[in-house]
Nanobody
Framework: VQLQASGGGLVQAGGSLRLSCAAS????????MGWFRQAAGKERELVAT????????HYADSVKGRFTISRDNAKNTLYLQMNSLKPEDTAVYYC????????????????WGQGTQVTVSS
């Protein structure tokens, strides 16, 4: 499956953005999905995950209460609503499909999209 992330941009601290991740195949609905981010000079880190049905989600402590992951399986699309953005949220955001057993490890994910840049100014 190919994943295309979009929706990034430049926003002031305290602002909001909504990222989207469009999947090329209907098999999207069979897989748990995740959002990751990678800041300049840092390792890629988990932001949020969601099960195939959307019934269960997980968030990194740094975004809990501010970000919401969701999906629309009818549209083969994954979302990340980001509110109360902070300068430390600045990164390239990637969506990926989970194919492994460890939900919090990036090694369990494949089909990484090209990423979308989010920049939060102070």
């Amino acid at each position: 499956v190919q994943l295309q992330a979009s929706g990034g941009g430049l926003v002031q601290a305290g602002g909001s953005l909504r990222l989207s991740c469009a999947a090329s195949e209907a098999t999207f609905s069979n897989f748990d999905m995740g959002w990751f981010r990678q800041a300049a000079g840092k390792e890629r880190e988990l932001v949020a995950t969601i099960t195939w049905s959307g019934g269960s989600t997980h968030y990194a402590d740094s975004v809990k209460g501010r970000f919401t992951i969701s999906r629309d399986n009818a549209k083969n699309t994954l979302y990340l609503q980001m509110n109360s953005l902070k300068p430390e949220d600045t990164a390239v955001y990637y969506c990926a499909r989970r194919v492994g057993s460890t939900y919090y490890s990036k090694r369990s994910y494949d089909s990484w999209g090209q990423g979308t840049q989010v920049t939060v100014s102070s």
